[in-house]
């Protein structure tokens, strides 16, 4: 009797208290996870999963926004490996609450998946022709993503044949980057993404380096060795740690030693 009267005076005072422990009772025993607050529905898996207290993409390409809005920047996005659409809905998403209307999306990718990869690429979980999206196919994520087609331009094909130095002036002329994701995990692409980014840097475009860990975290692989190769060659420009996210990835601001714009 004590015990049914304590009970209702408790689910009196906090209403559901019994169902919310029911049901944490239920999490702990099959090791549910609480859902994270912000992960868009199209981005489940490891963004999904990531302990609180570390950003994930989502968060990281909103952080990138804040950053250009906090400095009062300006710049376009620009994307180098989009696949499904994931990362690139994303920033649709975010640029909206301060650039909207006011940002172009550049984005370039194969839609042929990876290239072939070279023996320094070598990797447990990728060859070439993953992660393919044909461009019919992204060109209808984006559009259902809402942004109209004259605020975004595909560069379609391989690295090595569509960043070319006239590509670059042609960007330079009408535009700086604001947000440069960089998500083609391997080292060659990245090397040809950063050389052919050079001209279109400002001081503080954020730089998201979405492979930053992959390939055990190596130095000497991935993105990791084209970041310390590239910095090598270009002592005029530094990148200025910013944040981590995932498990896999780490941000950058370019800074431009020799003023540069901005
Ligand atoms: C992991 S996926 C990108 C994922 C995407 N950001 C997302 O969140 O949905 C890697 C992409 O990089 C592209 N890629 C890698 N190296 C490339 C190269 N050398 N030329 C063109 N595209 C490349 C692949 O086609 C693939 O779409």
Request: net charge neutral; aromatic share 14%; hydrophobic share 40%.
């Amino acid at each position: 009797m004590y015990s049914l009267k304590s009970l209702l005076s408790s689910l009196l005072r906090r209403p559901f208290a019994l169902e919310r422990g029911m049901l944490q009772r239920l999490a702990a025993r099959y090791s549910l996870r609480r859902p994270y607050p912000d992960v868009p529905p199209y981005a489940a898996g490891e963004d999904a999963r990531m302990p609180s207290g570390r950003l994930n993409r989502s968060e990281m390409i909103r952080l990138a926004f804040e950053f250009m809005a906090g400095n009062v920047m300006t710049g376009d996005y620009f994307e180098f490996g989009c696949w499904g659409g994931r990362t690139c809905r994303m920033a649709i998403e975010h640029h909206a609450i301060h650039f909207n209307q006011k940002m172009h999306f550049w984005l370039f990718d194969s839609f042929q998946g990876l290239p072939a990869l070279s023996p320094l690429d070598r990797h447990p979980k990728w060859k070439g022709g993953d992660y393919c999206t044909p461009r019919k196919e992204f060109e209808r994520i984006v559009s259902e993503s809402g942004l109209p087609p004259d605020r975004y331009t595909i560069v379609e094909g391989f690295y090595q044949d569509t960043l070319t130095a006239a590509l670059a002036r042609d960007l330079a002329a009408k535009t700086r980057a604001g947000v440069i994701y960089i998500d083609c995990d391997l080292y060659e692409s990245t090397r040809a993404v950063l050389e052919f980014i050079v001209p279109i840097l400002q001081q503080g475009t954020v730089l998201c380096f979405d492979d930053y860990y992959c390939f055990n975290g190596r130095p000497d692989r991935g993105e990791q060795l084209a970041i310390r190769e590239f910095l090598n060659a270009h002592p005029d420009i530094e990148f200025v740690e910013y944040a981590h996210f995932g498990w896999h990835g780490k941000s950058f601001l370019a800074h431009l030693r020799n003023g540069g714009q901005g």
